[in-house]
């Protein structure tokens, strides 16, 4: 497509429950990122993947926090037994191998009742 | 680690006026720097981004400079428009080959009167 899309645009869950991000990256770009913002923050860094490997997984809070691109393309990002404080913007962002910009979805916001 | 801060928070100006908006960082050791427009409920667009090597880019009414020494980039808004009104984060690349991930500053909301 022509841009980085993600799905669901909203997702309200009750605490405890399992959640599932989508991102799509623009075509052709082999570097997706996470990144997760808190309401009035900048984003913050969780992880990232070159084509299908996942080169840096630092920033992910906890163990509950698990991403996957099994084929290099679609990335999902899941986060199991939520509690409030997952309550954020998820965004995702795409790139071109090297250093150019990197080019950033619309997000998922994510509310744990 | 790498701490980015934007100054100020929040600005309103009138129509028309030039402004100039305030990032810093901590550690000079940097692939290059990057500025965002995020409108409410929506993702980063990308601005500008200037290389470590480079002082300044441009675009439109759009100036950005770095000063990588001193740690300092400015972007730069001429002729401000009410829909210039939106949050602006800067967000810097570390020079690490293998890391990509950008820190962000927690933005500057600007608001453009008409």
């Known amino acids: 497509g022509a841009g980085v899309s993600q799905s669901p645009r909203y997702k309200v869950a009750k605490r405890g429950q399992d959640v599932a991000l989508r991102c799509d990256p623009i075509?052709?770009?082999?570097?997706l990122f996470w990144y997760q913002q808190a309401l009035g923050q900048g984003p913050e860094f969780l992880t990232y993947?070159?084509?299908?490997?996942?080169?840096?997984k630092s920033g992910l809070p906890s163990d509950r926090f698990f991403a996957e691109r099994p084929e290099g393309s679609v990335s999902t990002l899941k986060i199991q037994r939520t509690q409030q404080e997952d309550s954020a913007v998820y965004l995702c962002?795409?790139?071109?191998?090297?250093?150019?910009?990197?080019?950033f979805g619309d997000g998922t916001r994510l509310s744990i009742l | 680690k790498q701490e980015v801060t934007q100054i100020p928070a929040a600005l309103s100006v009138p129509e028309g006026e030039n402004l100039v908006l305030n990032c810093s960082f901590t550690?000079?050791?940097?692939?290059?720097l990057q500025w965002f427009r995020q409108d409410p409920g929506k993702g980063l667009t990308s601005l500008l981004l200037?290389?470590?090597?480079?002082r300044e880019q441009t675009s439109g009414r759009l100036n950005a400079s770095l000063d990588k020494s001193s740690g300092r980039s400015t972007l730069y808004i001429a002729a401000s428009q009410p829909g210039d009104s939106a949050t602006y984060l800067c967000?810097?690349?570390?020079?690490?080959?293998?890391?990509?991930?950008?820190?962000f500053g927690e933005g500057t909301q600007l608001t453009v009167n008409p």
């Open positions: 962002a795409s790139s071109l191998p090297g250093v150019g910009p990197q080019h």
């Open positions: 075509s052709g770009h082999v570097s």
């Open positions: 993947f070159q084509n299908e490997a996942q080169l840096d």
């Open positions: 550690d000079s050791a940097i692939y290059n």
């Open positions: 200037i290389q470590s090597s480079q």
């Open positions: 967000a810097v690349r570390p020079w690490e080959t293998s890391g990509s991930r950008l820190t």
